[in-house]
């Protein structure tokens, strides 16, 4: 688990929020992947997860005396959830374990008066990075998962906006190069004008939190809050310019 030493946050108006949102589209060096709306009652916790699940499949593998027939064994893992016993009574239970990955956003608000709000960010994002086998294992192979996490705190004014920037990934990618026009030719292109060099792309995710005061008899007036919590992640190279811009980077929502 690597923890974030250079995020970078600001608090923004609602006019300057949307403008930087329309500006940083407008580039093209930015694509808005998520833009959930909430409403949570005073100090309770919001949750909005965005990820990947992996099932825990382990593969046994086993050779008849001859070695002429060979048997794989999956069977999926299983793990014990904790029960709480002090509030809810709730007893232990067991159920499929997942490795689980992409973006979590935990949100607490405090109201502090009729104009003011304190808010606890808790940001989390992971990836998948590479997988290994343990020797003795037969062919199971575990994920590696990267995560990077951070915790702040911002006093908000109604309508304002907090925003978390800093929380980047990068994963090398192999970059098709070849000569303009001679690369296009049928078969020879491919083979003498085409050629294939290792690149690092980076990604930064940056999360803009907007909280506003709805009154609990007139939950409808939520939709009157300006633009929610946005998740925004640019896809450069080291050059600064964008890799395919086309690229699906929209995590999958767990239902």
Do not use: C
Not at 142 to 168: C, E, M, N, W
């Amino acid at each position: 688990i690597t923890s974030i030493t250079d995020v970078r946050t600001a608090i923004f108006g609602a006019d300057a929020m949307t403008w930087m949102i329309s500006a940083l589209q407008k580039s093209e060096d930015a694509l808005v992947v998520s833009n959930p709306k909430v409403i949570v009652a005073n100090e309770e916790e919001a949750l909005i997860d965005m990820a990947r699940k992996e099932p825990y499949v382990t593969v046994e593998r086993k050779t008849d005396g001859t070695g002429a027939n060979t048997t794989y064994t999956f069977t999926t893992k299983m793990e014990v959830i904790p029960g709480d016993t002090k509030e809810n009574k709730l007893l232990p239970y067991i159920e499929q374990a997942f490795f689980t990955y992409g973006i979590k956003l935990e949100v607490t608000p405090r109201i502090n008066n009729a104009s003011n709000i304190t808010v606890v960010d808790r940001p989390t994002l992971s990836e998948k990075i590479n997988e290994y086998m343990p020797a003795g294992e037969g062919s199971t192979r575990y994920p590696i998962i990267q995560s990077k996490h951070v915790r702040t705190v911002f006093s908000l004014g109604d309508g304002q906006t907090a925003v978390i920037g800093g929380l980047t990934q990068s994963r090398d990618t192999d970059v098709v190069k070849k000569v303009p026009l001679l690369g296009d030719i049928p078969l020879l292109g491919k083979y003498f004008f085409t050629h294939t060099e290792k690149a690092k792309e980076q990604f930064e995710t940056i999360i803009f939190v907007t909280v506003g005061i709805v009154d609990s008899e007139q939950p409808e007036m939520a939709l009157a809050v300006p633009e929610a919590t946005k998740l925004v992640q640019k896809h450069v190279n080291p050059d600064g310019k964008l890799i395919d811009k086309n690229a699906a980077l929209v995590p999958e929502v767990v239902e």
